[in-house]
């Protein structure tokens, strides 16, 4: 009897390695149903023109609003979606096969280097470019992922690739959600331009950076300079495609509607009340891989929902001061982002003109009451007008100090400092907040071997700077968990504090035998006769 043969098309070594390594990222079973939904049953191929509609973001009848979106990003985002597939999909006579299909996944989602990730989305913005004859001034030596770039960006072209990678990620996170068909407010994303202008390039004859329009300056960033600004301070953020390029995966996968089929208009977002605006958010969020990262993004990104449930405490709101602060962040076993918003004179120019700056600083855990310096991590941010940050430097662990008055009132020789501080030493802080949370003082970094080296604010100088304090504001990022325990925690303080109000008689003597009647009587009848007791 011959050996039974297999009916089954034999697999070729290349497609079992590109399916391994899909299978390695867990996108595997999704990559079988988006190429499903998306293939032609007779050929068994994506047909090629449908792949720009599943990654694209064009819409109709589209209208544009706001004074900060650049003219030439609605017509650089059409050519999204074409970009994407060009850059990452080779087509065959009949499309797109099942072995094309997974290498395109593979080549921009796989896990690689980060200098190759921010490479493919280098080239993906050029080819944006190229196609909305948008000019730009980038060059790449070979098709080499890992290849140079030469030439340079203007800071309207970086603004550009920041808005574009801010549309990536705002539609990650609001798949499947319906307010997708709505406005796509773009945030303001200055502070991130000055960054990257401070750091790349250098303007003549200076500028302000409190007061100038970032689109039109015309200072040259050296390509390779920027290249080195996005992997120490933004990391994250070629990340950004490669989540969008996942979701549009995922909604093909889940027969979701392509967002190029709604209506609506990408508009500047409006002024909003809080510090900690979406721009501002998006800017933390990319410049480190974290779980808390992912919370700030999912919170804030999320068309700006249930950003109250985050909110702790806002001295405008809430009121100021060292115990009202307490009484709101008590309790949270969670991470924190506490902002400060101040301003101070400009002592270089000996002039008393106030410069408004926004700092920040993210703790790994809940605040707690002691004197000494404490935490296992964190890291502190410049925010506007520029934006930078300064992780852990590895030297020392002095990440957040907060301490309140004594309850026992006790005689202190040396009394600890009253206040919340980060970074630094005890009475030698880099950042310390007063007790009644009117003033800042911001000390030079060179005080500080716990986070890294930078000014906090522009032109902080070596004097110790004494700001006044406009709105202080703390956000949990622990998530739904973190919030319970907290609710918890306040909950059983109430409850004990209830207790203490109330007054047992029973645990008091007879009142024929207390020292209050006894007194009471020999004042009414002191001759009176009584006996001693012996």
């Not at 060009?86 to 087509?91: K, Y």
Request: glycine share 8%; net charge negative; proline share 5%.
């Amino acid at each position: 009897m011959g050996a039974s043969q297999s009916t089954e098309p034999a697999v070729s070594a290349e497609q079992r390695e590109a399916e391994s390594v899909a299978a390695s990222t867990g996108a595997l079973p999704l990559l079988h149903k988006a190429f499903s939904n998306l293939s032609n049953p007779q050929t068994n191929a994506v047909p090629f023109e449908n792949l720009p509609q599943c990654f694209g973001f064009a819409r109709e009848d589209r209208t544009y609003s706001g004074n900060s979106v650049p003219a030439s990003f609605p017509v650089l985002l059409d050519h999204l979606g074409s970009s994407i597939v060009d850059q990452f999909f080779v087509p065959g006579k009949g499309g797109i096969d099942w072995l094309q299909f997974v290498n395109g996944f593979n080549k921009c989602c796989a896990r690689v280097s980060a200098a190759v990730s921010l490479n493919m989305l280098f080239r993906v913005f050029a080819a944006m470019a190229l196609k909305a004859n948008v000019p730009l001034h980038l060059v790449f030596e070979s098709e080499d992922d890992e290849c140079k770039i030469n030439g340079h960006l203007l800071p309207s072209d970086v603004l550009l690739l920041l808005y574009v990678c801010w549309v990536m990620s705002w539609d990650c996170r609001n798949l499947g959600n319906s307010e997708r068909k709505g406005n796509v407010r773009l945030p303001d994303l200055s502070h991130l331009v000055l960054s990257a202008i401070t750091s790349c390039g250098k303007v003549e004859g200076g500028f302000n950076v409190w007061d100038c329009d970032v689109s039109s300056l015309g200072v040259e960033l050296p390509a390779g300079k920027f290249v080195t600004w996005v992997m120490s301070t933004v990391p994250c953020l070629p990340d950004c495609l490669r989540q969008y390029f996942h979701a549009r995966i995922q909604m093909a996968g889940d027969q979701l509607e392509y967002l190029n089929s709604s209506t609506g208009d990408i508009s500047s977002a409006g002024a909003c009340d809080y510090i900690l605006t979406q721009g501002r958010a998006w800017a933390i969020s990319i410049t480190q891989k974290s779980t808390v990262n992912d919370e700030i993004s999912r919170v804030f990104l999320c068309s700006g929902s249930g950003m109250d449930k985050n909110l702790l405490y806002r001295s405008s709101t809430h009121g100021r001061g060292l115990n009202r602060f307490w009484s709101h962040v008590e309790g949270y076993k969670g991470p924190l982002l506490i902002l400060i918003a101040a301003s101070s004179g400009n002592a270089r120019e000996g002039s008393s003109t106030d410069r408004k700056w926004v700092i920040g600083a993210l703790t790994s855990q809940g605040l707690e009451n002691k004197d000494i310096f404490y935490g296992a991590s964190g890291c502190l941010y410049s925010i506007s007008p520029v934006f930078h940050a300064f992780p852990p430097s590895g030297k020392e662990k002095n990440f957040v100090y907060s301490h309140l008055h004594p309850t026992g009132r006790v005689y202190q020789a040396h009394p600890k400092p009253v206040g919340v501080a980060f970074g630094g030493t005890p009475g030698n802080e880099r950042i310390f907040i007063e007790e009644d949370f009117s003033k800042v003082t911001i000390r030079h970094h060179a005080i500080d071997k716990t986070y890294r080296s930078g000014s906090l604010f522009p032109d902080q100088g070596f004097l110790a700077v004494e700001a006044v304090i406009s709105e202080v504001e703390v956000w949990g990022l622990g998530g739904e968990v973190a919030k319970e325990v907290q609710s918890s925690y306040k909950r059983r303080e109430e409850l004990f504090n209830e207790q203490r109000r109330k007054v047992d008689l029973k645990t008091f003597a007879n009142w024929e035998d207390s020292p209050e009647k006894m007194m009471m009587d020999m004042m009414s009848d002191p001759n009176a006769v009584r006996r001693e007791d012996r």
